[in-house]
């Protein structure tokens, strides 16, 4: 008998037949049988021209993929163009891609308003817009903006990461913030309270903002010490963060300090604040630390210098910018494997919220990436670490926001 | 005189016909760098008003640019206003500021007012993510605005319509610039760069002509901001640096002070030459893609070596060399 729902299956496998035969979804442009040519645009150029390393080692990875033989036969053509970080050249260059170059999609576009800018078109065109390298939340929206994907760890997210972890450890602490007053600082703060949750929305009990202009943050910090706070939580940029470890140090207030990722340097935080004054300091990390000796002999590592020792230059090694270029590559071949032959925009978006457990060299061990269609956040995972007044300690588990 | 007359005006009519024609030849992405060019053109013409004709330096041209930009973002998207009508609303603020920093730049000659509109182009970009402002302006994420599709049912791409648009206020711009420069305006303007004093003592209100001629000049950098916003369809402090209004001064410089037409060579240098030197660069490996800046740099160079005074001034030395040998 011809149940409804046999009905529908047996179409439904017709119409799978049809379409493996002949119909199914066309290939991107830019897909050939030999190549799938990508795009993106990188500040070669302009005030955030330190950030380049990352297109120079993004294209380094897929030379060294395609010498080993491309995907399913396939060798990616990463267009890398130089926007300057200046918006408009930004669009210049996507429709230059696009419209011209005919990529398939985009690709680790770097920079909040760059990415900002170029959002509207690839949404109303349909191109995805891959692995934003950025760490703006906004990114992260699949309702709203379904063809545009984050992927390093944005701030609402590490800040959630503290949130749980407070909770966990000091379930009755008295939080203070600084933070920044801008999208960073007010990202930050959302997270903050997101991670807490509304029952404990009351456990902070001082925030306190400061603008970039201003020349130091030490009145901010004596206010918060004046709350009768124990945990500080630092939202702020290099120089200011310095400031705040060291004024708090100073005035004798001794809260458990966790900083933002942003101002974990050594050189431009840690030794400015005094590398005694910030002992104890914790901070949020997803990679392994270029610079730091205990991942000598691992695995990954090793195949990440092996890397940068051929394809690059040495001097390239211990620059964290390139260890964040090989990760987003290797995160781009895994996405373009999974499509296999069925390289569509909509496969390429669909496998993309579609990475289940992907463990990459330079992430720290145990953090996974993981996408689904309604969380477009690739890496969500961070774990602490803390300053021993020479470099940061990896410490405790997992945190997933 | 009345020869070189009507071939200028040929040559001028030429020049808009192929640009009215470009639109339906060209790809989308060659209209949205029409549509630069076009933006850059304004700008342009603006600032050779200022500098060219009135001898004022002004190194923060970005600074009117944005404002211009930011007031037809503003009015569009927070205050819901159709773009056609934000442009001119905008421009209009942009004319009060300029005529306002033309009155500190009286007390500046040369250098010092150089300097001053330096000062304009660096602070922009921090006044514009400025928390205070952060309601209006979205503060370092910027605003975004829909692009706009071609009005009246008309048959255009959207690009196409925007192309027309600017193209629309480039011509009325240009012909505005033009009567200007021809007139009484225009003399009482350059007898003021050329000889102050003299001016003065012939009966030129030089402060008022030179204030005068800032705020215009900053309409016109009002306009260019305001169709760059609406075209770009976005706009963040990133957007207005002073690289902006370095540009515009390379600009007038290759295209020729003084010249309108110039005006034109100026914004194809400024649109196209960044990125031909990234495309040259890209011949010299991977570890060159800082090397853009170096190229661009020496093309400059090699462009003010040939032709000192600018694209027009060569081609004027060229249309003269031929009537002197060649001519009848």
Redesign the interface.
């Known amino acids: 008998m011809l149940t409804r729902r046999s009905f529908l299956q047996s179409s439904a496998a017709a119409a799978f037949a049809a379409s493996a035969g002949s119909a199914r979804a066309a290939n991107a442009p830019g897909v050939t049988d030999t190549e799938i040519k990508i795009g993106q645009t990188?500040p070669?150029?302009?005030?955030a021209?330190a950030y380049?390393v990352i297109?120079?080692t993004e294209?380094?990875y897929f030379k060294m993929i395609n010498e080993q033989g491309g995907i399913n036969g396939r060798k990616i053509n990463l267009i890398s163009?130089?926007d300057?970080?200046?918006?408009?050249r930004t669009?210049?260059q996507v429709?230059?891609l696009?419209?011209?170059e005919q990529v398939a999609f985009l690709f680790n576009t770097l920079?909040?308003?760059?990415n900002?800018?170029i959002?509207?078109?690839c949404n109303e065109h349909k191109i995805p817009q891959l692995f934003v390298a950025t760490g703006?939340a906004?990114f992260s929206d699949p309702k709203r903006f379904f063809w545009t994907m984050g992927y390093q760890p944005n701030y609402q997210t590490e800040a959630k990461i503290f949130a749980k972890r407070i909770l966990k450890t000091k379930p009755d602490a008295k939080i203070a913030a600084l933070y920044q007053?801008?999208?960073f600082g007010k990202d930050y703060l959302i997270g903050l309270k997101d991670g807490l949750g509304a029952d404990h929305a009351g456990m902070v009990i001082k925030e306190t903002s400061y603008?970039v202009?201003e020349p130091t943050v030490d009145s901010q910090v004596v206010t918060l010490q004046g709350s009768g706070a124990d945990v500080f939580l630092i939202a702020a940029t290099p120089k200011f963060a310095a400031q705040a470890v060291r004024k708090a140090f100073d005035i004798g207030w001794k809260p458990v300090r966790y900083m933002t990722d942003v101002s974990q340097s050594v050189a431009t935080v840690m030794k400015p604040a005094g590398l005694e004054k910030s002992k104890g300091v914790i901070t949020a990390v997803y990679g392994k630390d270029p610079t730091d000796a205990r991942w000598k002999d691992d695995t990954g590592f090793k195949e990440y210098s092996a890397f940068v020792e051929k394809y690059m230059?040495s001097k390239d090694l211990i620059d964290i910018n390139a260890a964040y270029g090989f990760g987003a590559g290797t995160t781009m071949v895994q996405v373009l494997k999974q499509c296999g032959n069925d390289l569509s925009r909509e496969n390429v978006m669909r496998q993309a919220a579609n990475l289940k457990n992907l463990e990459l060299p330079m992430l720290l061990p145990g953090i996974k990436i993981n996408t689904s269609p309604d969380d477009y956040r690739p890496i969500s995972q961070e774990g602490l670490a803390t300053f021993d007044g020479e470099s940061w300690k990896q410490f405790g588990e997992l945190y997933q926001a | 005189m009345t020869e070189r007359n009507a071939l200028g005006r040929v040559v001028t009519l030429a020049v808009f016909a192929g640009a009215l024609a470009f639109p339906f030849l060209a790809?989308?992405?060659r209209l949205?760098?029409g549509a630069?060019v076009l933006i850059d053109v304004i700008a342009l013409l603006g600032l050779n008003l200022l500098t060219g004709f009135n001898g004022q330096i002004s190194l923060g041209h970005g600074a009117f640019f944005a404002i211009g930009a930011y007031g037809a973002a503003i009015l569009v998207v927070k205050l819901g206003l159709p773009y056609w009508l934000a442009i001119p609303i905008a421009s209009a603020v942009c004319f009060g500021a300029g005529f306002l920093f033309g009155f500190p730049a009286l007390r500046f000659g040369g250098l010092y007012l150089a300097l001053a509109t330096f000062a304009l182009a660096v602070a922009t970009p921090?006044l514009l993510?400025y928390?205070g402002f952060n309601a209006f302006t979205g503060?370092?994420?910027?605003l975004?605005l829909?692009?706009p599709g071609a009005p009246f049912g008309l048959l255009l791409s959207g690009d196409q319509w925007l192309y027309l648009f600017c193209l629309l206020w480039t011509a009325a711009l240009y012909w505005a610039a033009t009567n200007l420069v021809r007139g009484r305006v225009g003399r009482a303007l350059i007898a003021i760069r050329d000889q102050p004093i003299a001016a003065e003592s012939m009966g030129v209100n030089a402060a008022l002509y030179k204030t005068t001629c800032f705020g215009v000049s900053a309409l016109y950098a009002g306009v260019a901001g305001g169709l760059?916003a609406i075209v770009?369809?976005?706009?963040?402090?990133?957007?207005f640096?002073l690289?902006?209004s370095l540009s515009f001064l390379v600009g007038i410089v290759v295209g020729g002070l003084a010249s309108l037409g110039g005006a034109l060579f100026g914004a194809l240098f400024i649109e196209f030459v960044?990125n031909l030197a990234?495309q040259l660069s890209v011949n010299f490996g991977?570890?060159a893609?800082?090397l853009?800046?170096a190229i661009y740099g020496v093309l400059l160079i090699l462009v003010m070596a040939v032709m000192p005074t600018g694209v027009a001034g060569a081609m004027r030395a060229a249309l003269g060399f031929v009537r002197r040998n060649f001519a009848a």
């Open positions: 990188m070669y150029s302009g005030p021209s380049g297109g120079r294209t380094a163009l130089d300057g970080y200046s918006p408009p669009v210049e429709r230059r696009v419209e011209e920079g909040t308003p760059p900002l800018a959002r509207p078109y703006a906004t007053n801008d999208d603008e202009s230059s | 790809s989308g992405y949205y760098q630069q921090q993510s928390n503060g370092s994420q910027g975004t829909t692009r760059s770009v369809g976005f706009v963040s402090p990133e957007s640096g690289p902006l960044p990234a991977e570890s893609m800082a853009p800046g």
